[in-house]
């Protein structure tokens, strides 16, 4: 029997991860831990919100005394942690938050998980403390494709990237070069989470993810905020000349790692997650627009005249690239789906989500704590 916390189970990927786990393993209790901050919203768990092996506690993980309170009445014995501040753009309007939440709350955390873990006979036997970074903490890559273009890839083999940009990938051991609070913020909290590792023999494991997408992402971030915008024909704002490049995961792959490694990666380790899948953002914009038209029952590229270059984003990385081979050699995962296969997934997702949508916009969906849990 384990029990597990998982910290920002009510985002976009805590989400994905409690569900996998809710329903792939029945033996273990899985204990949702979220402060519903903006970015959390209960509905995207309503599909197991009722299970038996379930538990929803709204919580702050900077909150030593209730987390460390929960920790000793649930007999925890693992916690994968995503609970964060996770939007760039905040980040620079407002540092505090990202500190506040993304370093002390994982201090606070850690310390909780030390003090009761210590306080067994059996210590940390059996224990994990997962913590889910970015590779954003890696700071930026140049572009290096030799006509300076990056071609839309679509494969889940590396060889190909490899031929185009030779090493110039984050991989584990490439140095922390932080550029935004919020890349600063989640590299401090990798470094303290390996300190526990390193300093009380906490088992400790971290991972670094490429940008995630797919269904409940929350509508600030780039793939919802344009699939909603492009469906209401309002304005798509392009930072700078759109030539930034992100390498993107669908999120039922970043989930499926998290298991993976969760159960068999080695304390200590660090993985990057990623699916060889880089796109200038402008190329990305075009597939969106060209799928939402589709699937709109629109002429295909109808909308491209929504593009509207804006103000680029102050310190706005150039490229970002995960070198996932470590944990395709040693755990054996790959990406499962194609790059095409997920945007369509995730276009008609949104579409035929437009109730899940219209909850984020008005503001009800924050409502829904108190219409489901308050008296429970
Ligand atoms: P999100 O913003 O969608 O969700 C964050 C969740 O954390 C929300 O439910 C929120 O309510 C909760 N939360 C925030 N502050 C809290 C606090 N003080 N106490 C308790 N709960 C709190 O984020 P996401 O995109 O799902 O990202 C999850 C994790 O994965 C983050 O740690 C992020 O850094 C990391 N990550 C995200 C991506 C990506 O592309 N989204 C890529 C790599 C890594
Ligand atoms: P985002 O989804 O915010 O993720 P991150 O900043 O973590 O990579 O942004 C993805 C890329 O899209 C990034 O290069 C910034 C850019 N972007 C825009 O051009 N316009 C927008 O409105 C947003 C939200 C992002």
Redesign the pocket.
């Known amino acids: 029997m384990k029990t597990i916390i998982i910290?920002?189970?009510?985002?976009?990927?805590?989400s994905h991860v409690v569900r996998l786990f809710v329903n792939k393993y029945p033996d273990y209790r899985i204990i949702n831990?979220?402060?519903?901050?903006y970015?959390?919203?209960l509905a995207n768990l309503k599909d197991v919100e009722d299970k038996p092996n379930y538990r929803f506690v709204r919580?702050?993980?900077?909150d030593f005394d209730t987390i460390y309170q929960l920790m000793q009445q649930e007999h925890v014995t693992g916690i994968i942690?995503?609970?964060?501040?996770?939007?760039v753009d905040r980040s620079i309007k407002d540092p505090f938050t990202f500190a506040?939440?993304n370093v002390m709350?994982t201090l606070s955390l850690l310390q909780a998980a030390k003090l009761y873990w210590e306080s067994l006979p059996e210590k940390y036997d059996d224990k994990r403390f997962y913590h889910?970074?970015?590779?954003e903490v890696y700071g930026a890559l140049e572009m290096t494709h030799p006509e300076g273009i990056v071609p839309p890839f679509t494969t889940k083999a590396s060889s190909s990237h490899h031929e185009a940009y030779g090493e110039d990938f984050f991989l584990e051991t490439t140095k922390y070069n932080p550029h935004s609070p919020y890349s600063a913020s989640?590299a401090s909290s990798d470094h303290f989470v390996r300190a526990f590792h390193d300093t009380y023999g906490m088992p400790t494991i971290v991972t670094?993810?490429?940008?995630?997408y797919g269904p409940y992402?929350?509508p600030e971030?780039l793939i919802p905020l344009f699939i909603n915008n492009i469906r209401h024909r309002k304005p798509l704002p392009v930072y700078g000349k759109g030539e930034n490049v992100r390498d993107w995961l669908f999120v039922e792959d970043h989930a499926r790692a998290i298991d993976l490694i969760y159960h068999r990666g080695t304390v200590a380790e660090t993985y990057n997650i990623g699916g060889f899948n880089e796109w200038k953002n402008i190329d990305i914009i075009k597939v969106v627009i060209n799928t939402v038209d589709r699937l709109l029952g629109r002429e295909e590229g109808e909308d491209m005249d929504l593009i509207t270059y804006v103000t680029d984003r102050a310190g706005h990385d150039m490229r970002y690239a995960i070198d996932s081979r470590k944990l395709q050699a040693e755990l054996g995962w790959e990406p499962s789906l194609q790059f095409e296969e997920g945007i369509e997934k995730t276009v008609r997702w949104y579409l035929e989500h437009q109730d899940w949508m219209d909850n984020i916009t008005s503001g009800d969906y924050e409502k829904y704590y108190d219409d489901m849990y308050k008296n429970r």
């Open positions: 910290t920002g189970g009510a985002g976009f990927i805590g831990v979220d402060k519903l901050t970015a959390g919203n919580a702050d993980i900077c942690h995503l609970a964060a501040e996770s939007h506040r939440t709350g889910i970074s970015t590779d989640k670094n993810c490429s940008n995630n992402q929350f971030k």
